[in-house]
């Protein structure tokens, strides 16, 4: 039985590949009875009809399932935070870093913007590089003309499903087009050139790029931690959650309770103070958040 992934989804038929051609699909009744969704992103057996027709039989288990944008078993998340202009912010990294530790997706960093620092901001952005290598991350630290380093990411598309992230501006399409020069995406218009027509349609397309998929989505365009709770955000911060199993108390949320191995970590410079201080925003705001019903 052939099997491939669905990339597109429209009035009813599911876009199918298989690697090679592309099948419009249909989905059997069975899914419609079971209450199941085939979803962008899913690999399936589908049989084939007429040359480009088929439908879909089975669905294989899904490695994740994103609500915002809708889309399953995406492979990789790539973190696009600019040095400079906007600044760097280690707040909305760590956010998405929580997030796509929550939704099981792997993540690799990429600094851009590169070329904009001074000899002493690049200190500081040197010291985020190692730091988030040290606590397990793959970071990148170029610009559009660093084309050793753009060939390095661009060995990370190969096959896989990505999600690019990151706030506007950061230089999505530029990095896109100086790691595959065939996609002359538009840029200086970075929310519209990746989220192409967010606002007319909900379906989410595939571009191809160096090889692999990349989501046409403005990839976690809500960053709340909407579905998460206290413990999700322990168990989603690496290194804090690495130290929390040597503090003292079960169930320590690193605050005010004694022993607690993950403030200690903090003063003796094993965990970061902005990352430290970043779980504690992440803390009050999942606290205070309202119930949803
Ligand atoms: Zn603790």
């Not at 989905?27 to 419609?32: A, E, I, K, P, S």
């Not at 955000?233 to 804090?240: Q, S, V």
């Amino acid at each position: 039985m052939p099997k491939g992934r669905i990339i597109k989804l429209t009035g009813g038929n599911y876009y199918v590949n298989d690697g090679e051609n592309i099948y419009k699909c249909r989905g059997r009744g069975r899914f419609r009875n079971e209450n199941i969704s085939p979803k962008v992103g899913d690999i399936c057996e589908f049989q084939v009809e007429n040359v480009n027709e088929g439908y879909i039989l089975e669905l294989e288990e899904r490695r994740n399932d994103l609500v915002r944008p809708s889309i399953v078993n995406v492979d990789q998340a790539i973190i696009i935070t600019s040095c400079k202009d906007p600044d760097f912010s280690t707040n909305l990294l760590d956010r998405f870093l929580v997030l796509t530790e929550f939704n099981n997706i792997e993540s690799i960093l990429i600094f851009s913007k590169e070329d904009l620092v001074s000899d002493e901001e690049m200190c500081q952005i040197t010291d985020y590089k190692k730091y988030y290598e040290s606590i397990g991350y793959t970071v990148y630290l170029t610009s559009p003309e660093n084309n050793l380093v753009n060939d390095q990411i661009k060995s990370h598309f190969k096959d896989k499903l990505s999600v690019i992230v990151g706030q506007s501006g950061v230089g999505k399409s530029t990095l896109l087009n100086a790691i595959d020069s065939s996609l002359e995406l538009k840029t200086g218009e970075t929310s519209k050139a990746l989220g192409r027509g967010r606002h007319t349609t909900r379906h989410t397309e595939f571009i191809d790029v160096a090889g692999g998929l990349v989501a046409d989505t403005p990839g976690f365009s809500n960053l709340e931690f909407l579905d998460m709770e206290l413990v999700d955000l322990k168990h989603n911060m690496l290194e804090i959650f690495e130290f929390s199993h040597s503090c003292k108390y079960r169930g320590c949320n690193h605050l005010d309770e004694p022993k607690c191995a993950v403030k200690k970590a903090v003063e003796d410079n094993e965990i970061a103070v902005y990352r430290y201080d970043n779980y504690k925003k992440f803390y009050e705001e999942i606290k205070s958040k309202k119930p949803r019903y």
